[in-house]
């Protein structure tokens, strides 16, 4: 029988009813795929019934209280009726607080937590191991189980298509709990690691060599006094504060982070508030993909940190180039997020980057601005577009673009896109124009020059932008219709 709605009192009670909902149908949906795998016992329909997230209700009359704040989530804008599916309660507890909080104290609302009508599909609980023991396909238990329904996992809501005015219901959050579970098993399969390991502070980079620095990083981190306590590396292999160099270098050499098309690294601190860095590969492709992901984490930031080539006579091997506009060439999001979109900088980001770039090279002022230059990022889905440079010199010249790449512009409308704070900060490693390419003894030596500092700029701006959160999460990224929580 399917549970009634029941009225919370406090952010609190609603997560822990949640959570309680929560265990309660995943348990019982854990048990009757158990019982099938051994002995074919069917579900049935009151037990079906049991399989369905929890849902958290909002319903706001607008009593004609004004919220006196220029907070850019945590805020209702219109009367109505709003709801979201929920999963994984307790690890998303912080997150639901974070939300749940303000908006109780600061409008009147009737905040209501009982059983959706949205079942939970079958593969977001059971492992693979316990089906690879058996003899069930997969296809044998789609047709007994709740499964996966591709219609239903969307992002309409992100790319505003939902219908606000003619809507009974009103999304309360970006994503739903079967949007979310489609990402967070996604995760795990291209970083190689659990997604309760992924961090609020993200890092993505094009090249592996910048996993090495990070791992050097967090192993001195681990080694002396800092806020970190552990680093998890692909396949969950866990480094520990308090081990030897020894031990610790000899979990690094075992990792087996070619097995995972987009390996990621986690150093965590005691706060939950530490870095994750994700070597994303190379191209608009994978960059979209892994964005799409980490989204539904709801991180505080992402940052790009990779290289580029630089466009202008007057850059050198080894320069910095900070992104302030994005010429989107790479095509992949055109749909849904067209390239005339303007994105916009964000100020706070660009001004972390920036100083982080400061006190990592102890160059300011004119010095600075020698080895760091701010301008338009060129992002194309084609490496060898140098092969049409006849073409595309008269749009490049008009955008005024500075450093080209493959992925700077994608994250960024993706960050724009799903509501994800967004920064850029590239080094030049050829120069395309200019006949300065990479080769190989060239490149070696801009390797071990830049990329140590490179990577410690990015780690510091992201612990200048702790500090400002309120700030961070700013109103930039906000459209007219926008739920509730951010």
């Known amino acids: 029988m399917t549970q009634e709605f029941v009225l919370v009192g406090t952010p609190e009670e609603a997560v822990d009813r949640l959570a309680r909902l929560y265990g309660q149908a995943t348990g019982a949906l854990k048990l009757a795929l158990d019982r099938y795998l051994s002995d074919r016992s069917r579900p049935d329909g009151a037990q079906l019934q049991q399989f369905r997230y929890p849902e958290l209700r909002l319903t706001y009359d607008a009593q004609g209280e004004a919220a006196a704040t220029v907070r850019a989530y945590a805020k209702v804008q219109?009367?109505?009726?709003?709801?979201?599916?929920?999963?994984?309660?307790?690890?998303?507890?912080?997150?639901?607080?974070?939300?749940?909080?303000?908006?109780?104290?600061?409008?009147?609302?009737?905040?209501?937590?009982?059983?959706?009508?949205?079942?939970?599909?079958?593969?977001?609980?059971?492992?693979?191991?316990?089906?690879?023991?058996?003899?069930?396909?997969?296809?044998?238990?789609?047709?007994?189980?709740?499964?996966?329904?591709?219609?239903?996992?969307?992002?309409?809501?992100?790319?505003?298509?939902?219908?606000?005015e003619n809507a009974s219901r009103l999304p309360l959050a970006l994503f739903?709990?079967?949007?979310?579970d489609f990402s967070l098993r996604r995760l795990v399969h291209y970083t190689g690691s659990d997604w309760r390991q992924v961090q609020p502070w993200i890092l993505l980079t094009n090249y592996h060599r910048y996993v090495d620095q990070f791992i050097r990083h967090g192993l001195d981190m681990l080694g002396g006094d800092s806020r970190f306590e552990r680093m998890v590396l692909p396949g969950n292999v866990v480094i520990e504060r308090g081990m030897s160099e020894a031990q610790a270098q000899a979990l690094v050499a075992g990792v087996l982070w070619h097995r995972y098309q987009m390996p990621a690294y986690h150093l965590q601190a005691a706060e939950g508030d530490g870095i994750t860095l994700v070597n994303i590969g190379v191209g608009p492709s994978n960059a979209k993909n892994i964005t799409d992901h980490l989204a539904v984490l709801r991180p505080h930031c992402w940052l790009m940190i990779g290289h580029c080539g630089g466009l202008r006579q007057s850059q050198t091997i080894g320069d910095y180039v900070l992104a302030h506009a994005y010429m989107r060439r790479?095509?992949?999001?055109?749909?849904?997020?067209?390239?005339?979109?303007?994105?916009?900088?964000?100020?706070?980001?660009?001004?972390?980057?920036?100083?982080?770039?400061?006190?990592?090279?102890?160059?300011?002022?004119?010095?600075?601005?020698?080895?760091?230059?701010?301008?338009?990022?060129?992002?194309?889905?084609?490496?060898?577009?140098?092969?049409?440079?006849?073409?595309?010199?008269?749009?490049?010249?008009?955008?005024?673009?500075?450093?080209?790449?493959?992925?700077?512009?994608?994250?960024?409308?993706?960050?724009?896109?799903?509501?994800?704070?967004?920064?850029?900060?590239?080094?030049?490693?050829?120069?395309?124009?200019?006949?300065?390419?990479?080769?190989?003894?060239?490149?070696?030596?801009?390797?071990?020059?830049?990329?140590?500092?490179?990577?410690?700029?990015?780690?510091?701006?992201?612990?200048?932008?702790?500090?400002?959160?309120?700030?961070?999460?700013?109103?930039?990224?906000?459209?007219?219709?926008?739920?509730?929580?951010?």
């Not at 739903?176 to 979310?180: E, H, I, L």
């Not at 849904?336 to 303007?342: D, G």
């Not at 490049?396 to 799903?418: P, W």
């Not at 920064?423 to 030596?445: M, N």
């Open 78 to 164: 219109v009367p109505g009726i709003y709801s979201v599916t929920v999963t994984h309660p307790e690890a998303f507890r912080k997150y639901l607080l974070e939300q749940l909080g303000p908006l109780m104290r600061d409008f009147t609302l009737r905040v209501e937590v009982g059983v959706s009508e949205q079942s939970i599909p079958y593969p977001y609980v059971l492992e693979y191991a316990d089906l690879a023991a058996s003899a069930v396909t997969a296809g044998e238990l789609a047709r007994v189980f709740p499964s996966t329904d591709l219609s239903a996992v969307t992002d309409g809501t992100a790319d505003g298509l939902y219908d606000w």
């Open 176 to 180: 739903d709990a079967a949007r979310v």
């Open 330 to 486: 790479d095509g992949i999001l055109d749909r849904v997020l067209p390239p005339n979109i303007p994105l916009p900088a964000l100020a706070e980001v660009q001004l972390a980057l920036q100083e982080a770039a400061a006190q990592v090279t102890g160059d300011r002022g004119d010095d600075l601005k020698r080895r760091l230059r701010t301008g338009t990022v060129l992002t194309y889905d084609d490496r060898n577009w140098e092969l049409r440079w006849a073409q595309e010199r008269p749009l490049i010249n008009q955008a005024r673009a500075i450093a080209v790449d493959m992925e700077s512009g994608t994250i960024a409308a993706q960050g724009y896109r799903l509501r994800v704070p967004y920064g850029t900060l590239l080094c030049v490693s050829d120069k395309p124009l200019h006949s300065e390419i990479k080769l190989p003894g060239a490149a070696g030596a801009f390797y071990e020059r830049a990329v140590t500092q490179h990577l410690h700029i990015g780690i510091a701006a992201l612990d200048l932008l702790r500090s400002q959160l309120n700030a961070l999460h700013s109103r930039k990224l906000r459209s007219f219709d926008e739920p509730p929580f951010r």
